[in-house]
Structure formats: C-alpha cells, structure tokens
C-alpha cells in the first residue's frame, strides 16, 4: 500500500497511472491524447495576442500533449506543478540554477549522480556559488552544517550506484527551520515508492529517461514542485528555453501507463537476486536496501513502499576481475542508464568522491535487473562471477 501520510488515495496507484493526465472526452474519445507538433500558435485576433488571453501562446511555454503528461505527473506527486526538461540531468541543474545565486551555499549530498557533482564543481563554482558535499547519513546533524547563506540542500536517496538512504524527514525539517529548500532526486524510487513531496521535499526530481519511459529510447526530465518553489521554478524553466518535443512527451505519458507493473516487476526481481547474490562465492556485500543487511534497511522499511530495480554489488578483486565479469556476461548488456526493459551491468567508479565510496573491499558493479527471466539473469550473473575466479 502507499503510504501518504495525511492523505487518502482515492484510487489505487495503478488506476492513476492508467487514467491520469488526459480525459478521452476532450478528444473525441480516443484513448491516448493526440501528439501535437507544434511551434508557433495562432491567434485569433491582435487584442488577444496582446494580451496572451489565450491557453497556448508558443510551444515553447507547453501544448496539449506535453500537458496531458505535466498533469499525470502533477497527480502522482501531488506537486503544484511539473515542468519538463530534456534529460534527467538537465531535471537537476535547471532547480539549482533557479533557486541558487552567487554567493549562496549549497548542501550537495556527497552521493549524488555524478554528472550532478560535475554541474556543482564547474559551473556552480564558476558562478560564484558555494557547494558543500555532505555524508549522506547525516541525518538531523545536517543542522551543524547549515550556514546563515544555505539556500538549498540537495538529497537524493538511496545514492547514486552505493544505495545509501537518507533520513530525508529529519533533513527536511532542520533544512525548513533555517529556510532553507529541500530538492531530492528521487528517480530511484519514483513517486510509486516515494512521494518526496508528502515527506516535505520542496522540489522532486526524476529521470523520466528511466522507469516512466521505461524502454530505453526517450531522454526526458520532470522537475515538480510544491505550491511555495513552483513559480520560481516556472519561471527559471521558462528564461531558459527549456522544452521537449510533443513525441517524446507522447512516449513518456504511454510509459506511465505501464509503469506501476513493470516496477513491480523489477522490484520483485531485483531483490530476489539480490538475496541470492548474498550467498555466492566472490561476493563481498550486496547493496540493496531492501536488503535486512543494508544499513539503511529501517530507514528504508519506515519511508518507501518498495524498490527500483537496480542495486550494486563489490566482487572480490580489482579491475581485472570486473572486467572479466562483466565480459562473460551474454544477457545483461554493458551500458550506461537502467530502467528500461533490458538488464544492464556496469563497473562503478566513485574516484570523485569526497566522503562515501572509499572503503569497499572490491570492484562495485551496478546491476540494472530488467524484465527478463529471473532464472536466465541468475545463470547469467553465475557465469560472470566463475569468469572473475579465473583471473
């Protein structure tokens, strides 16, 4: 079940996922809404345009298609407003840019994506503004690290490739109290898992890349906010130029409708290799969450409703054995991205960290469980690790 606290879901998860965003009845009953492909609008007289009286003024400022999926979003998250980006990263940097002015400080969780880190040290730095990189367990001692300057502070949870969880309501509360903004990237979990915005998170952050467009042909960025930070946000979006086309939207809004069982999918999936992987020989750790083993297992039972499908492992060895892993394997490809249909397998590299990240025993291979048979993955996973031993 969902959990919202002080709020009752009206309907289940996947009853909004199927319906939201677009009523048949405004088009003629079709089911999915029409793709509009557009730049400019016309008007139908020059009063009107004179005073933009009308609903869709440019493309730019959003049609009838990109809408219908702003809306499905708006009803998940149970945000103000949503706007949308072209990528997952651009879903990042385009808040941060919005609230964050020279001089100002920012808390950067220290497990953050790491394109996320690159936008910090480059152009945050070169714009004046101070970051900040924080150990993801930090919990309520995010207070001591508050400064009279802290504009945002920026969690995303679990962390990127070594699955930390973070107390986001203790963060959020120590960050309101300083007034300061609360942004999370929460891709990971969705707004299925998750609703960031219901445990005081002032702006949600996804890759829609990932699970909404769920097969691994759309890049996209959602960026919600509550009622306080969405015309900011709005209008940071807005003297940007930022827009994505009416067929990417189309795609997206499509992936949403299958969404939920296809998490449910991965989930499922997900953690029972990641039991058995706790079994096999060459495995040192399992860095799964929803694991009893995790560190943030309690954290993670208290505040999510379930889990993505993806999670890393440390191997005994070094570079050697993880290449030599990952080149036996013959189902999970080797790529970048997850939350597509298809298994994927990375070697995850976190030279660029400051706090977390330094202490593993052996190389961290990141696992993106896809929709394939448990039973070939598993075999698959065997085969990589028996190619590891011989090295």
């Known amino acids: 079940m969902e959990k919202q606290p002080g709020k009752v879901a009206q309907t289940g998860i996947n009853t909004r996922l199927a319906h939201g965003g677009y009523d048949p009845r405004d088009y003629h009953g079709f089911v999915n809404p029409p793709v509009v492909h557009a730049s400019t609008v016309l008007f139908p007289d020059a ?8 609903q869709y ?18 009803e998940l998250e149970g945000s103000a407003g949503t706007v949308l980006v072209p ?52 919990g309520a001692g995010i ?20 699955f930390e969880i973070q107390d986001i309501p203790a963060i959020v509360e120590k960050a309101h109290a300083a007034d300061a903004i609360v942004m999370m990237d929460n891709t990971w979990a969705t707004p299925i898992y998750f609703k960031a915005l219901d445990y005081g998170v002032d702006i949600s952050i996804h890759a829609a890349t990932k699970y909404p467009a ?14 306080k930070c969405f015309k900011t946000l ?26 939920g069982v296809r998490m449910e999918r991965h989930a499922e999936s997900a953690l029972e290799i990641a039991r058995w992987l706790e079994a096999q020989d060459g495995v040192i750790e399992v860095l799964h969450p929803g694991l009893e083993s995790h560190a943030g297992n309690a954290l993670f039972k208290r505040d999510f409703c379930g889990a993505g499908g993806v999670f890393s492992i440390v191997i005994q060895g070094g570079v050697a054995q993880a290449q030599a892993f990952l080149n036996a394997l013959r189902i999970f490809g ?11 397998a990375l070697h995850v590299h976190l030279g660029g960290r400051e706090i977390t990240g330094k202490n593993y025993a052996g190389p961290v291979i990141r696992l993106q469980i896809g929709l394939e048979d448990k039973a070939d993955l598993i075999a698959d996973i065997e085969n990589g690790l028996a190619a590891a031993k011989t090295v």
């Not at 919005?98 to 220290?110: N, R, T």
């Not at 394109?115 to 910090?120: D, E, G, L, Q, V």
């Not at 207070?143 to 070594?162: A, C, D, Y």
């Not at 769920?214 to 906010?225: F, K, V």
């Open 47 to 54: 009063q009107t345009m004179a005073n933009h009286s009308q």
């Open 57 to 74: 003024t440019y493309a730019t400022h959003g049609t009838p298609t990109t809408d219908a999926l702003c809306r499905a979003i708006d």
């Open 87 to 138: 990528s997952g990263l651009a879903a990042v940097t385009v808040p941060l840019l919005a609230f964050l002015s020279p001089g100002d400080h920012l808390l950067m969780v220290d497990s953050c994506y790491g394109n996320t880190r690159h936008f910090c040290k480059t152009m945050l730095k070169r714009l004046g503004i101070e970051v900040e990189f924080y150990d993801p367990l930090v």
């Open 143 to 162: 207070e001591k690290l508050i400064k009279p300057n802290t504009r945002v502070i920026f969690t995303e949870s679990p962390g990127s490739n070594t």
């Open 214 to 227: 769920g097969h691994s042909d759309i890049l996209m960025g959602t960026i919600s906010a509550n009622e």
């Open 234 to 259: 709005d209008a940071a979006h807005s003297a940007l130029g930022l827009c994505v086309s009416g067929d990417d939207a189309y795609q997206v809004l499509r992936g949403l409708r299958t969404m």
């Open 334 to 344: 080797l790529g970048y991205s997850w939350g597509g249909y298809e298994s994927l």
